[in-house]
């Protein structure tokens, strides 16, 4: 990657596979994340935090030079991922959102748990693409065992939500204006009941969403400045749409291939808006 001042500002280039990129011949970028990464092992541990930290920032300097259509633009993206906050914004819009403590104080979800008259489930903030093959952080219920180790969350915070009963679930798909809803029959197994990653891609239908369900979506959408996101929901046999989750990156090919909604023709329309 080079930057370099010329009379009419700064250009940028981009070497990679053996092709030249010249940032003035792109006009939309889709994001769906940024690390520097790949550095040689043996240039040792400091070398290589001093690497990745002047990579970082040659990476980063793109999401102002870069003038384009960002999907999504990192600065949003950042903001978006953060669990807190998005239970922040869907309750301020009016999503539906469960009962919540997330701390890294062990009394707190102790009170939490006391007071909540239901089961607890635990939940990360993120989600380790490193974690070791049958070691990733799922969904769990809250058992003795777990309560009995609540200490350690003063090393890790972690979300604790009252168990919301369901009747299934809904992987909601959004680019720009269009909305794609998808069931996922998760309570037809034992191993999904909880979390339906355990069993991912079960989509087994085109849910039609209800109109003022789809208008708050669209909020989140709106305060968090993004193109893109890919939403988790449950509904409640009582008919509830509890929200959980956006994920500014989430995968969506799975629901395209099962259900053959046309997410990647919206995404074409999006990324090309300015060309």
């Known amino acids: 990657m080079t930057y370099r001042t010329t009379d009419d500002g700064v250009r940028a280039s981009i070497v990679t596979d053996g092709r030249t990129v010249d940032l003035d011949d792109v006009g939309s970028i889709w994001c769906r ?19 990745e930290a002047e990579s970082e920032r040659m990476l980063t300097a793109l999401y102002t030079i870069a003038d384009v259509v960002w999907i999504n633009h990192p600065h949003r993206h950042i903001r978006a991922n953060s669990k807190p906050a998005q239970i922040a914004v869907a309750s301020k819009v009016g999503l ?94 034992p191993e999904t009941s909880i979390d339906w990653r355990r069993l991912p891609f079960a989509v087994d239908a085109v ?12 909020a989140v959408m709106k305060a968090f400045g993004l193109i893109y996101g890919a939403f988790d929901f449950i509904v409640t046999p009582d008919g509830r749409y509890v929200f959980l989750e956006v994920n500014p990156a989430g995968h969506y090919m799975w629901i395209e291939a099962k259900l053959g909604l046309p997410i990647t023709a919206a995404m074409v329309d999006a990324l090309s808006e300015r060309c």
Do not use: C, W
């Open 96 to 189: 539906d959102i469960p009962a919540t403590v997330i701390t890294n104080d062990p009394d707190e979800v102790r009170r939490f748990i006391a007071g909540s008259g239901d089961k607890t489930v635990y939940k990360t903030l993120s989600q380790s693409l490193n974690t070791e093959m049958g070691k990733s952080l799922f969904t769990s219920i809250m058992t003795d065992s777990a309560v009995a180790n609540l200490d350690l969350i003063g090393i890790t915070p972690g979300i604790f939500q009252r168990l919301v009963p369901k009747a299934y679930e809904l992987r909601v798909t959004v680019v720009g204006s269009r909305v794609f809803s998808a069931r996922i029959n998760s309570q037809s197994r």
């Open 207 to 218: 849910h039609d969403l209800p109109p003022d369900v789809e208008t708050k979506i669209q």
């Open 33 to 51: 994340g940024v690390k520097a990464e790949g550095f040689p092992p043996e240039i040792g541990a400091a070398d290589q935090r001093f690497a």
